[in-house]
């Protein structure tokens, strides 16, 4: 009897041991930054990681699922720029109400997502120039429909979205956990969530499987899209001005949450719970590195050997993993 509790905890231990080790290291980082400054543990400032994990959580979600499908998207950042300046127009000189505004916001992510995904699965172009070329064409756009001017005089009551808490906890927050929720439910017990693993681990044979590959890789495409445009609901709510550089360098943020929560840059490999612990390191890395007084040039160049070193990290785990196979 006491033997079979210790082998599911084995079992479970073994299963989300990805997962075990980005807690463990989000355990060890919040140690070391409470003890490296006074004001990590500040009430103020969690509320603050809470509110500044929002956007990226958001974009990172709809991320995982290129990952997993073997892709990369790019163009989030833009999307999510080009996105928020439609919501702006439409609330300010189209003079619409909140949700109708926020829906054309979603149309236009999702349109933009569509586009990466049928030129990725039709026209057979590789992700990384398809999304690379979005991301030139969003921001372009988001400079042309705005004039390059920023957008202010939004409705008082769209701050809501931002600034709304339950017993303290920003609601973005719950929003954002509960769309992580939502997905790892779908990844994890849906036979679309199924697909979006096998084809990422063998398109081929998934396609050989007649599973609906064009179909799931499109799909993950448009929902990044789409969620990049929900990440500018929330960031323009926040902000209650929109820019059109908004959502520069979150595709660098949001790849770096989903590679540091364990999934491959290959495919078939990853996890929401993984893509959420990634989210939170990454959020209190910048946070740790700001209130170390650590210069924004500097911060770039820290991400990005975060992101080399997470790819090494992940290819070694892989060959080990390999060999004892």
Known sequence: MSGRPISRLKAFAYRFQVECRMFAVFLILGAVLS?????????????????????TGIVAIGQTFVILVAGIDLSVGALTGISAVILGLAMTSAGLPIPMAIFGSLICGALLGLINGLLVTFGRIAPFIVTLGMMSIGRSLAYIVSNGNSISSLPESFAVFGSADMSGIPANFIFVVALFVVAWSYLSYTKGGRTIYAIGS??????????????????????????????GVMLSSRLMSID???GTGLELDAIAAVV??????????????????????MVMIRNALNLLNVGPY???SAIGAIIIIAVLAERFASTRLSRKR
Do not use: C
């Open 35 to 55: 003890v490296s400054s006074s004001h990590f543990l500040s009430l103020g400032n969690i509320a603050n990681l809470m509110d500044q994990s929002v956007v």
């Open 202 to 231: 063998n398109i081929e044979a998934a396609r050989a499987s007649g599973l609906k590959v064009s179909y799931y890789m499109t799909f993950a495409y448009v929902l990044s899209g789409a969620l990049s445009a929900v990440g």
């Open 244 to 246: 059109p550089v908004a």
């Open 260 to 281: 540091i929560g364990g999934a491959s840059l290959f495919g078939g490999r990853g996890s929401m719970i993984g893509t959420f612990l990634g989210v939170l390191i």
């Open 298 to 300: 500097w911060q770039g």
